[in-house]
Nanobody
C-alpha cells in the first residue's frame, strides 16, 4: 500500500515558477516508478514527468526544458520544479506510483499506475 500526498500548488502569473511536492509512504524499494500527471477541465489526464528507481527521467514534450522531476535522498518525497509556466499548464496535478516493473515509457499509460494522490491545483494566469 502506498499513500501519496501532494502539496505546493497555487496561482502564479505566466512565466513564474512553482515546486510541487509529493510525500510517499512505505518503502521506496516498493516504488519502481514515480510520476506526475495533470488533468485540465474537459481534458484527459496526461503524463507530465516520470522517474524510475535508477533515476532515469522522461518528460512530456510540452514541458521539456521547463519542468524537472526529482526525488530526495530517501526517495520518500517526489518533486516537480516548474519554471516558465504558461496558462496551458493550468490543471490539477497528481502524483502517482507504480509498484511493479516499470519503464519510463509508462508515462504514456495512466492505467499502469495503481496509486494516486488527491491532487494539487496549479493555475497560471496571463
Amino acid at each position: 500500500q502506498v499513500m501519496l500526498v501532494e502539496s505546493g500548488g497555487g496561482s502564479v502569473q505566466s512565466g513564474g515558477s512553482l515546486r510541487l511536492s509529493c510525500a510517499a509512504s512505505g518503502s521506496a524499494d516498493s516504488r519502481y516508478c514515480m510520476a506526475w500527471f495533470r488533468q485540465a477541465p474537459g481534458k484527459e489526464r496526461e503524463g507530465v514527468a516520470i522517474i524510475n528507481r535508477d533515476g532515469i527521467t522522461r518528460y512530456a514534450d510540452s514541458v521539456k526544458g521547463r519542468f524537472t522531476i526529482s526525488q530526495d535522498g530517501s526517495e520518500n518525497t517526489l518533486y516537480l520544479q516548474m519554471n516558465s509556466l504558461k496558462p496551458e499548464d493550468t490543471a490539477m496535478y497528481y502524483c502517482a506510483a507504480r509498484t511493479t516493473t516499470c519503464s519510463v515509457y509508462s508515462l504514456a499509460v495512466t492505467a499502469l499506475f495503481r496509486y494516486w494522490g488527491q491532487g494539487t491545483q496549479v493555475t497560471v494566469s496571463t
